[in-house]
């Protein structure tokens, strides 16, 4: 079993920045894939960036050259850097981990964390 927290979400105004974190209760090495999803209110969770076998990232339309996705395993923890922030950028952030290669933006990883708010405003 994976646990995930996350946590670095806030308010904040259109420009701004932010550092999400995600640290896992096992060690990171281990997690072939791992990504964050967003969902706003009213929305289906949809998919913002992965990172796999520590070096491959991948990224959504919306949020590619803004947004970076990084992990330190030594600290077991992903990160998803936010520049450039957006009103529309509002949602809840979560973490996902899974152990296998699978299709990065599908919402199927085995693990997920509880979420944290990100609130953009204009």
């Known amino acids: 079993q994976v646990q995930l927290v996350e946590s670095g979400g806030g308010l904040v105004q259109t420009g701004d920045s932010l550092r999400l974190s995600c640290a896992a209760s096992v060690r990171t090495f281990s997690i072939n894939t791992m990504g964050w999803f967003r969902q706003a209110p009213g929305k289906e969770r949809e998919f913002v960036a992965a990172i796999r076998e520590s070096v491959i990232t991948y990224y959504a339309d919306s949020v590619k050259g803004r947004f970076t996705i990084s992990r330190d395993n030594s600290k077991n923890t992903v990160y998803l850097q936010m520049n450039s922030l957006k009103p529309e950028d509002t949602a809840v952030y979560y973490c996902?981990?899974?152990?296998?290669?699978?299709?990065?933006?599908?919402?199927?990883?085995?693990?997920w964390g509880q979420g944290t708010q990100v609130t953009v405003s204009s």
């Open positions: 996902a981990a899974d152990r296998g290669r699978i299709p990065v933006g599908i919402a199927k990883y085995d693990y």
